[in-house]
């Protein structure tokens, strides 16, 4: 890791030093070595410096930190020059011959690089055969949640429930400040264990990670609940276990800064080692539910019943659900919103126009599904051929680089789907029965990417017409360009509007009726 980095400093500083020595030579001007290396040095570091202060920023900002280096590098350069540099006759630059000295260095650099740069771009691509088009072009990509670099780590007593469980939902159980995890600024974090339900006649167990600003305002704090998107269906791939918990959830940073407090749910049963109710709309539903009523026994916080819900992708599909079953369950919480991103709130169509994702997450619907339903046999849910594939996929994390190639491996060793929907009568009923297609009293909005291939924007405008036509009050958000990862990252057009429409809506400020489409 080291050398490499000496190497780009190395010739960094030689190209720089060079072009600047070229420049003084057509312009006939004095300069020696020594003071070129060493604007070199200067110049290098300050791009390094600048480059370290803004990698992570939205790209607006990117963009206008590189032009205001730029004019600080042509100032810096000219006053650094204008009395090392001498003309042919002997007498020093100043500053009009160290403008002239910078300006004609750097133009000669930006030509150099498209000269190499472009060229080399087109020969790679001329000189790489074409790509084979397959069913996988339309494979899911790895959810931002948790990209490769994240780690998890390995379950610990925390996770295993008392032996004495109040029969309470949304009892706080136990909870810890987290330790060995990267925060946002400005951010503490906790772990909370805390009693649910699947459904009113099986109780369970959650964790869930609350997040608060370390220095909060005065007074109750609105809460965010985040509903997270596939992860995985085991408890080793629970969003509390990663090293980056936060990771995912939008406007992090910004949460914080307006006081709010998120907390994000594993789900139920995660914690007993699997499987969540993965796409149990009312099972996950209750468990992001009981998460707030629990966050909101905590010492250390002041919560109020003010929630708005929050979720991305299979999170969609339960922030959707939480909409529809929050007044009946949690009659104590205000839900002033409810924020579905690309959510699958239609699966049993979502999968019939996406085999690839039939492939990959169709097992870990077939193992919930026969867990929390007696009609359904994990066997006669999947089909013959996909069966052995299926009991590895269901074991496997999508946030880990080599669970995911894994997946990958195993959806291609058979063909077709791997749910036997067409044939199990029980599976297409359970399947309907987890539409989300309930009124929902709360503000709605839904979010789409229009270059999604996972949630195709067909199936989330089809849901809306039904929404809409059923009399329910919605706002729907398209985003060009953006596909079922990049709607959530970091910079994208969601955040502003998001975070916007949330403060409206714990201000309780009234929603436009009827269903309102917005093009971003």
């Known amino acids: 890791m080291i050398v490499p980095w000496l190497t780009f400093i190395a010739v960094g500083v030689i190209t720089c030093a060079g072009f600047v020595k070229l420049a003084a030579g057509l312009l006939r001007y004095r300069l020696s070595w020594r003071s070129s290396f060493l604007f070199g040095v200067i110049a290098l570091s300050l791009v390094i410096f600048d480059h370290v202060l803004v990698f992570r920023q939205p790209v607006g900002i990117r963009i206008g930190h590189a032009v205001a280096l730029l004019v600080g590098l042509l100032i810096l350069g000219s006053w650094f020059f204008k009395e090392r540099g ?106 909370i264990l805390y009693t649910t339900t699947v459904d009113d006649n099986t109780p369970a167990t959650a964790v869930a990670t609350v997040f608060a600003p370390s220095d909060p305002p005065a007074g109750p704090r609105p809460v965010i609940a985040w509903e997270h998107g596939t992860t995985g269906l085991v408890q080793k791939c629970m969003p509390s276990l990663v090293a980056w918990p936060s990771k995912g959830i939008p406007e992090r940073d910004r949460i914080v800064k307006t006081g709010w407090v998120v907390v994000a749910t594993d789900y139920s049963f995660t914690e007993k080692g699997g499987p969540h109710p993965y796409l149990i709309g009312e099972a996950e539903a209750r468990a992001a539910l009981d998460s707030v009523r629990a966050a909101r026994q905590m010492p250390e916080l002041t919560l109020d019943k003010r929630v708005v819900i929050w979720g991305h992708s299979e999170g969609g599909h339960a922030a959707l659900w939480t909409g529809i ?159 079922h990862i990049t709607l959530i990252e970091r910079g994208t057009p969601l955040e502003e509007p998001l975070i916007k429409w949330t403060t409206a809506r714990f201000a309780n400020e009234p929603q436009p009726a009827g269903c309102v489409r917005k093009s971003f």
């Open 325 to 483: 079953v929050g007044p009946r369950y949690a009659p104590d919480l205000e839900i002033r919103g409810v924020v579905a991103v690309a959510p699958p709130a239609n699966i049993k169509n979502i999968l019939a126009m996406n085999v690839e994702i039939d492939k990959r997450f169709g097992p870990y619907l077939a193992l919930s599904y026969s867990r929390f339903y007696p009609d359904i046999t994990f066997e006669q849910a999947v089909r013959p051929e996909a069966l052995e594939a299926a009991r590895q996929i269901v074991n496997l994390c999508l946030f880990l680089p080599e669970d995911l190639e894994r997946i990958k491996a195993l959806a291609a060793t058979f063909n077709g789907p791997a749910l036997a929907t067409s044939s199990d009568k029980a599976l297409q009923a359970r399947l309907e029965q987890n539409t989300a297609d309930g009124p929902i009293q709360a503000p709605i909005v839904i979010a789409q990417g229009l270059s999604d291939t996972v949630v195709p924007p067909s199936a989330t405008n089809a849901y809306v017409e039904e929404r809409c036509a059923a009399g329910q009050r919605l706002e729907y958000w398209t985003f060009a360009g953006h596909d």
């Open 86 to 191: 001498a003309n042919r006759n002997g007498t020093i630059l100043g500053w009009r011959g160290g403008i002239r000295l910078i300006v004609l260095a750097f133009s000669m650099m930006v030509v150099a690089a498209f000269t190499i740069v472009i060229p080399a771009q087109i020969f790679r691509n001329l000189s790489q055969p074409p790509k084979r088009v397959s069913s996988a072009a339309t494979a899911p990509p790895t959810p931002q949640a948790f990209r490769a670099s994240i780690t998890a780590q390995t379950p610990d007593a925390f996770y295993d429930p008392p032996s004495d469980v109040p029969h309470k939902p949304g009892a706080l159980l136990r909870s810890e400040p987290l330790k060995d995890v990267i925060l946002p600024a400005g951010v503490r974090g906790w772990r």
